[in-house]
């Protein structure tokens, strides 16, 4: 089926480790987002690409880099894991025409670092 | 700044009740707005969209949607709620003219059925 795929589901992490999560979409979709989701606040954008080789940084950035080699993949990196950064990542992407503008979400990998 | 503001944060409704979930947003400009719905574990499912035109909006599982901007709201109903309803429901609000896509969420509603 099409869609977002992300991978892994599940990661614990030591403080200062460092890895990679992984995000495939095969809508052929221009953009694409990292979100993070934090109990009472809701889904708060990390990083976000409007296509291949352009990436630009959302609300709450520090900490992670991305990347958009191809049209299809999004990796995020966690350079040097914290504590703050346990939480439920979630990726999305879109058609960049304007009338299709809902985004789809893939399931979501919850981290825990400890 | 954009900024998104579901006022409740946890709702109980009774299975067959009506359901209203509220949805206030600031934006300068025409919104694009929309509402997603969260079932536990899962990702994000879109229920329904605002872009312009008709201000009431009719989404998926008998969900609808009305946009009032002299209220600056987009709140969601449901005339009569089933179990398998009870999610969390994000309310979100889109740049319209913009091409970056960015999405600024609420904070999220919980409902809970009651049988």
């Known amino acids: 089926n099409a869609g977002v795929t992300q991978t892994p589901k599940f990661q614990v992490l030591k403080t200062g480790q460092s890895m990679t999560l992984q995000c495939a979409q095969d809508m052929n979709h221009e953009y694409m987002s990292w979100y993070r989701q934090d109990p009472g606040m809701g889904l708060r954008l990390i990083h976000y690409?409007?296509?291949?080789?352009?990436?630009d940084q959302g609300e709450v950035p520090n900490g992670y880099n991305v990347s958009r080699s191809t049209t299809e993949d999004f990796p995020l990196r966690l350079l040097s894991a914290a504590p703050s950064q346990t939480s439920v990542y979630f990726c999305a992407s879109r058609s960049g025409q304007k009338k299709i503008y809902g985004y789809t979400f893939g399931s979501g990998t919850r981290l825990t670092v400890v | 700044a954009q900024s998104v503001t579901q006022p409740d944060i946890h709702i109980t409704v009774s299975e067959g009740a009506s359901l209203e979930l509220r949805c206030n947003y600031s934006?300068?400009?025409?919104?694009?707005l929309f509402w997603y719905v969260q079932s536990p574990g899962q990702g994000l499912q879109l229920l329904l969209k605002y872009f312009s035109g008709d201000t009431l909006v009719q989404g998926i599982k008998g969900f609808e949607a009305e946009f009032k901007r002299s209220q600056s709201s987009f709140n969601l109903r449901k005339p009569s709620v089933h179990w398998s309803d009870a999610a969390e429901y994000f309310c979100a609000v889109g740049r319209g003219s913009s091409n970056t896509g960015k999405l600024i969420f609420g904070q999220g509603t919980t409902l809970q059925v009651k049988p």
């Open positions: 690409s409007v296509g291949a080789g352009i990436t």
């Open positions: 934006y300068g400009a025409t919104p694009y």
